[in-house]
């Protein structure tokens, strides 16, 4: 009798049953995280949670594995990823040497959220660093992280545990909005602090060049180790040398950085301004003006400007809604019975970029799922960490970057 199940018609595979496994962030237990690492040693993909945001991490020294992390996200394949290491000794199991800035680095900043770019050493694979000579390398500093990596034994590659194309995810339950049935495990160390990615610090030319602004701000590394460029500057700089016939000496720019991250499916505006109160009445502005379209819009603010929004216009009509304290009208809005055309998600005080970068993401999730034809973002002070938030909010508003390929399978 001939097999049925010949490989022609392979059985069907059993739909994946993703996992959630809730574990103390600040002193996780051994045995909450053993089934995670031994997933990890076994070359699948487990989601976990970093003071930036979660990852989804395999063992980066296994190409199957990475390559599956590849597939969960739909991520293309010319966008490398940060291998995560638990202890600074095994920097040089990843990093074929280190340059003269590093050390002054790793002792500031490492464990924390700045990730090195360094030349890579043989036992990466391709697959990792996406043929480049250099590898991304970080040491988190989230204990439930860290404690993952000790006891997979393994350095884990892991990008984002986002779709390619969406917000990252600053929570497990945003994790499982994107992955629910493509990974096996999840593991939820609440929220993640920064919310924001991290810094990604070229140092393998003769100037470190930022390629992605992160938690740790440009002013704190001069303060380390000198003067550094900008991704632009630096590019600026590659176009004048070769201008001048000279080789170029620049590093090349972040691969990831080209594409379109962070994308809310509902269009988005940034009301930008040179200081706090421009700022607030741009909001204000953009709001009268697109309800004057007949548009429905949503708005990420800060406390004073959210209150601006609601006074100016008829009550009733503003629901706010923030988990910050002193925002002290959360019940605007909720007493009537009227449709309600304005939501705002009120993010804190003004001038507290730190806590504006932490709710973005969960923000941008949250008001893109309200059916509103516009998301209207206050913007903040360009320096330190506002850097790292502008990136990301004209990132979300499609700026100057190409659709991820991954964005047209992003679940709806
Ligand atoms: O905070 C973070 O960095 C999070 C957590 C999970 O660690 N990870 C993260 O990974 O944001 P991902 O893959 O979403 O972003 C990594 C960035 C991408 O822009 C990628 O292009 C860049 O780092 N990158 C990785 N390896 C690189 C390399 N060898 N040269 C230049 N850029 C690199
Ligand atoms: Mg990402």
């Known amino acids: 009798m001939p097999d049925k199940r010949s490989s022609k018609h392979p059985a069907p595979k059993a739909p994946l049953i993703t996992q959630v496994v809730i574990v103390d962030p600040n002193h996780p237990d051994d045995k909450d995280l053993r089934v995670a690492a031994e997933l990890i040693r076994a070359g699948k993909v487990v989601a976990f949670p970093t003071e930036t945001v979660y990852g989804l991490g395999a063992d980066a020294l296994n190409p199957d594995a990475v390559r599956a992390i590849f597939a969960a996200k739909g991520r293309p394949a010319d966008n490398p990823l940060i291998v995560h290491i638990a202890d600074r000794k095994d920097l040089l199991m990843i990093a074929a040497w280190l340059p003269a800035c590093a050390a002054p680095l790793i002792d500031r900043f490492m464990p924390g959220p700045l990730t090195l770019i360094l030349p890579r050493a043989k036992m990466v694979p391709d697959v990792v660093t996406a043929g480049l000579d250099t590898v991304a390398v970080r040491i988190p500093e989230h204990p439930v992280a860290r404690r993952l990596i000790e006891l997979a034994g393994v350095p884990i590659a892991a990008p984002s545990a986002n779709r390619s194309g969406r917000p990252s995810p600053t929570t497990a339950a945003h994790v499982l909005e994107d992955l629910d049935g493509v990974i096996p495990l999840i593991v939820d160390g609440g929220a993640c602090c920064f919310g924001l990615e991290s810094t990604v610090l070229d140092i393998t030319g003769p100037i470190p060049v930022i390629l992605r602004p992160g938690a740790v701000s440009a002013e704190e590394i001069i303060k380390v180790i000198g003067p550094i460029r900008t991704a632009e500057e ?115 005080p003004c001038g507290q970029a730190r806590t504006a970068a932490s709710q973005l993401f969960a923000a941008l999730r949250k008001l893109d799922g309200l059916q509103a034809d516009l998301i209207i973002a206050e913007s903040v002070e360009e320096t330190g960490i506002g850097v790292a938030y502008l990136n990301r909010l004209r990132k979300a508003a499609g700026g100057g970057a190409e659709p991820s390929p991954g964005t047209a399978e992003v679940k709806p």
């Open 234 to 348: 630096s590019q600026s700089a590659e176009m004048r040398s070769a201008a001048g016939g000279h080789l170029s000496t620049a590093v090349p720019r972040s691969p990831g950085m080209k594409y379109r991250h962070y994308a809310p499916k509902t269009p988005l505006r940034i009301a930008e301004g040179p200081d706090q109160p421009t700022r607030s009445l741009q909001v204000v502005h953009q709001v009268l003006g697109a309800i004057r379209s007949g548009l429905k819009p949503a708005v990420f603010a800060s406390n004073e400007t959210a209150a601006l929004v609601a006074k100016s216009l008829p009550l009733g009509y503003v629901r706010v809604d923030s988990d910050a304290p002193d925002a002290g009208f959360s019940e605007a809005g909720l007493k009537t019975r009227q449709p309600i055309p304005v939501f705002v998600i009120a993010h804190g």
